[in-house]
């Protein structure tokens, strides 16, 4: 039996914004689908599973932007964002909580810890690529 299509179209790929992308959520298939569909899409994208090993993943691998479950395991997602965004050094940085956190008061938390972006779980694949390739825009990438 066929698995689920996806709602991202091929042409998508097109016009995908060419960023290097750091997801974090620590429910592993999450983390993985997302980063293979943002790779798939024409990003450069790693998954990682907890706050010290996105910490470590990003000081060597520089992502330009962060797509990450604010509730990680040991963590406090919302103190992760505030950390990246105070070691941005001021280069452009998009940060996204794609959360199950949908309340108003979580909504202004996450944009409070520096987060651009708050979007509900499941991922919406065309309004994150479509946020994405904003973001992109707006840098230059």
């Known amino acids: 039996m066929p698995g689920p299509r996806s ?27 997302l980063a293979e569909l943002l790779t798939l ?23 330009d932007a ?3 479950e604010p509730l990680l395991p040991g963590a406090d997602g919302f103190d992760l964002a505030r950390r990246v965004r105070a070691a941005a050094d001021d280069r452009p940085l998009f940060l996204v909580a794609l959360t199950v956190l949908g309340g108003e008061t979580e909504v202004r938390r996450a944009a409070a810890a520096g987060f651009d972006l708050h979007l509900l779980k ?7 690529l479509a946020a994405l390739a904003d973001f992109a825009r707006t840098r230059g990438a």
């Open 66 to 68: 962060w797509v990450c």
């Open 7 to 33: 709602s991202v179209h091929p042409s998508d790929r097109a016009a995908a914004p060419r960023l290097r992308v750091l997801v974090v959520d620590g429910m592993r298939d999450a983390a993985d689908s």
């Open 41 to 63: 899409t024409g990003s450069d994208a790693r998954a990682c599973y907890d706050a010290p090993s996105a910490l470590a993943a990003a000081a060597e691998f520089r992502p």
């Open 122 to 128: 499941p991922a919406d694949p065309p309004a994150l």
